[in-house]
C-alpha cells in the first residue's frame, strides 16, 4: 500500500523559530513535492526535487529551503517562521500516473 | 506556467449526477489529474487522463479533450460522502502540478 507519511499533524510555534517538516515515502519516487493549501488560493507549489540533493524552486519559494540527503526524505525547513506561514503544508511524491499526497501538517504561528 | 479554471461551488441532490469542468491554459501538457479532499483532510487521487476521451472508475468518470484545454469530473448516483472539494490539476512536462482552487460540492439529501 502506498504511503506518504508527515511528522506531524499539528504544529504549534512561535515567531522567529527555526521549523522542520519532515516527509517519508515508502515507494522509492524520484520525484518528491512541498506545498502550502490556503482557503481561496489552493494549492501552491514551494518546492520540489527530482532526485537526491536536487531541488527546485516552485511558485512560492521565499522563506523556505529544502533538503533532500536521501531518497525517501524530503524536508522543508522554516529558516524563521512568520505568522503569514501559517498554513497546511502537503508532502506528496509521484509514480508515472499519480501524485500521493501525505496527511499533512497544520502549521500555526503564533 | 498553468492557468486552470473551475467553478468554486455547486450543489446537487442526492443519487444526482454533478459535473464539475475544468478549462487550463497550458505550456507543456503531461497528464490531468482529479482529486477529492474533504474538509481537514489531504487530498485523494481520483482519476488521470493523458489521452482524450473518457475515463471511467465506477460512480466517477473524468473527460478530456486536449485540443479545447479541457476537462471535466462526472459523479454519478450522488451520495452525501461525496460532499467535498474537487481539484483539477495539470501536469507539465517536468513533472510539477499546477492546480485549480477547487469545487466544493455539497450533496443534499
Known amino acids: 500500500d502506498v504511503k506518504v507519511t508527515q511528522s506531524s499533524r499539528y504544529l504549534v510555534k512561535r515567531t522567529g523559530e527555526k521549523v522542520f517538516l519532515e516527509c517519508v515515502q515508502d515507494?522509492?519516487?524520484?520525484?518528491m513535492f512541498w506545498y502550502r493549501q490556503d482557503p481561496g488560493l489552493g494549492l501552491r507549489l514551494i518546492y520540489f526535487?527530482?532526485?537526491?540533493?536536487?531541488?527546485e524552486k516552485g511558485d512560492i519559494p521565499e522563506g523556505y529551503s529544502v533538503s533532500r540527503e536521501k531518497k525517501e526524505r524530503f524536508s522543508l525547513i522554516l529558516e524563521s517562521a512568520s505568522t503569514n506561514q501559517t498554513s497546511m503544508y502537503l508532502c506528496?511524491?509521484?509514480?508515472?500516473?499519480?501524485?500521493?499526497f501525505g496527511p499533512g501538517t497544520r502549521l500555526t504561528v503564533l | 506556467g498553468q492557468n486552470i479554471d473551475q467553478p468554486t461551488e455547486m450543489t446537487a441532490t442526492e443519487g444526482a449526477i454533478v459535473q464539475i469542468n475544468c478549462t487550463y491554459q497550458t505550456s507543456g501538457f503531461n497528464g490531468l489529474f482529479w482529486y477529492q479532499q474533504h474538509a481537514g483532510e489531504a487530498p485523494t487521487f481520483l482519476s488521470y487522463?493523458?489521452?482524450?476521451g473518457l475515463e471511467e472508475k465506477g460512480r466517477f468518470s473524468s473527460f478530456l479533450s486536449r485540443s479545447k484545454g479541457y476537462s471535466y469530473l462526472l459523479l454519478k448516483e450522488l451520495q452525501m460522502k461525496d460532499s467535498a472539494s474537487y481539484l483539477c490539476?495539470?501536469?507539465?512536462?517536468?513533472?510539477?502540478?499546477?492546480f485549480g482552487a477547487g469545487t466544493t460540492v455539497t450533496v443534499r439529501a
Open positions: 490539476a495539470v501536469r507539465s512536462n517536468d513533472y510539477k502540478l499546477s
Open positions: 515507494m522509492d519516487h524520484e520525484n
Open positions: 526535487s527530482y532526485d537526491v540533493k536536487m531541488k
Open positions: 506528496a511524491s509521484n509514480s508515472a500516473d499519480t501524485q500521493y
Open positions: 487522463n493523458v489521452l482524450d
